[in-house]
């Protein structure tokens, strides 16, 4: 399986700032996957990222809100923007497709204050 | 009714013994069905996947797929405590561009000595 690193691994953010996720994979793929993890939690998929196209995103997220960039088969970036509260979560990227599996980097831990 | 089912638990099990997870599904097209192991503050870690009816096992995991009950279970045996996380069902749901993988909210298991 792929290799998938994540940084920031944590951080702590003021309301209304944005951070940005990067996440690299050490292999070509075409595929990649955000999904949040809240406090106690499963996992819920924010958007799907595909290379040279716009991210597809799951309902109730929005390109305003969460926008993704994939210049490269190897990496992306999820920046949570305005954030919120509510934002403070686990951000995850995978790698993988929906009918093979997938396999998850190790997550940013973000807490907004 | 939620896509994917789990029990959260807490499942205790003494260490030798069996640990049987279960999980149902809704999408009675889904194929592709897969055991993820979180041990706490980590990522998810694919541990079997499963895309027939009947079972599969892999070293003492053992994944039972039943579609027309729309069931799945992971069968742990000779439990031992670093077996004890939470374990997330994720099943294939949608079609085509649409298709996602949509995870349980996971059953935490706890190997006692």
């Known amino acids: 399986s792929a290799v998938i690193s994540q940084k920031p691994s944590r951080d702590i953010c003021q309301r209304g700032t944005s951070l940005t996720i990067q996440c690299q994979v050490d292999?070509?793929?075409?595929?990649m996957f955000w999904y949040r993890q809240q406090p106690g939690q499963s996992l819920t998929l924010i958007a799907t990222?595909?290379?040279?196209?716009?991210?597809?995103?799951e309902s109730g997220f929005v390109i305003d809100k969460f926008p993704i960039s994939r210049p490269n088969l190897t990496f992306s970036t999820l920046t949570v923007s305005n954030m919120s509260p509510e934002d403070s979560s686990i951000y995850l990227c995978?790698?993988?497709?929906?009918?093979?599996?997938?396999?998850f980097g190790p997550g940013t831990r973000l807490t907004v204050t | 009714q939620k896509e994917v089912e789990q029990n959260s638990g807490p499942l205790s099990v003494p260490e030798g013994a069996i640990a049987s997870l279960n999980c149902t599904y809704s999408?009675?097209?889904?194929?592709?069905f897969f055991w993820y192991r979180q041990y706490s503050g980590k990522s998810p870690e694919l541990i079997m996947f499963?895309?027939?009816?009947g079972d599969k096992e892999d070293g003492r995991f053992t994944a039972q797929l039943n579609k027309a009950s729309q069931y799945v279970s992971l069968l742990i045996r000779d439990s031992q405590p670093s077996d004890s996380a939470t374990y997330l069902c994720a099943v294939n749901t949608g079609t085509g561009t649409a298709s996602k993988l949509t995870f349980g909210t996971g059953t935490r298991l706890q190997v006692t000595l």
């Open positions: 990222a595909n290379q040279g196209s716009e991210a597809t995103y």
């Open positions: 995978s790698v993988g497709g929906s009918s093979v599996g997938q396999y």
């Open positions: 499963i895309y027939s009816n």
């Open positions: 292999s070509q793929v075409t595929m």
């Open positions: 999408d009675r097209g889904s194929q592709s």
